[in-house]
């Protein structure tokens, strides 16, 4: 299957939105599951695209959506991590039935790419610890583990954080139209 990657459109942040929320609840990513506050967050595309770059990845064929991602620099209200010259991504999910299609891996790559554009030294993301087969596509992908910078955006919930420099593309060791974020759906950050 193709995959396009591109900005959301205004009239798919309403859907967007749910996505995101849905791969989080779904993956068991919410501490306190449908009552946890960061949930209308989650919900609240619309907000994100005003303050953040949000991209989605597109089936090439029928432009149905079948993942997003929040891309922001240092300074953007969306920026939890990044510091002068860094940018970062967010909320990065993938719907589950589209999963292990590249939509993660294409996602991930679009935000490097970006940080490229925009003359930045590095991309730092946040992820849950449980995040297993999200961390081994940022490894892949030449993220390090980066423990000095892991933070609490709520007491007893550890984010790590991991990071890549933007010196030369990521590696490419499989298609991006063949592999993806796994069973968490590259769902990354709070």
Request: glycine fraction near 12%; charged fraction near 30%; proline fraction near 3%.
């Amino acid at each position: 299957m193709d995959i396009t990657i591109r900005r959301a459109r205004d009239e798919e942040l309403d859907g967007v939105g749910e996505l995101t929320a849905q791969a989080y609840l779904g993956d068991g990513l919410l501490a306190f599951e449908d009552s946890d506050a960061y949930l209308g967050e989650l919900r609240d595309a619309r907000r994100r695209a005003e303050l953040a770059e949000v991209l989605v990845a597109a089936d090439a064929g029928s432009d149905e959506v079948l993942g997003a991602v929040a891309f922001a620099v240092h300074g953007g209200a969306y920026a939890e991590l990044a510091r002068e010259g860094e940018g970062e991504f967010r909320m990065l999910a993938v719907r589950p039935e589209a999963r292990r299609r590249g939509a993660a891996e294409a996602l991930v790559r679009a935000c490097l790419e970006r940080g490229r554009e925009l003359g930045l030294a590095r991309i730092v993301i946040s992820s849950q610890q449980q995040m297993t087969a999200a961390h081994r596509l940022y490894r892949r992908l030449g993220f390090v583990r980066a423990p000095e910078r892991d933070w609490e955006p709520i007491p007893g919930i550890t984010l790590w954080a991991f990071s890549v420099e933007l010196g030369a593309p990521a590696p490419r060791t499989s298609s991006a139209n063949s592999s993806s974020g796994g069973d968490t759906g590259g769902v990354t950050d709070r």
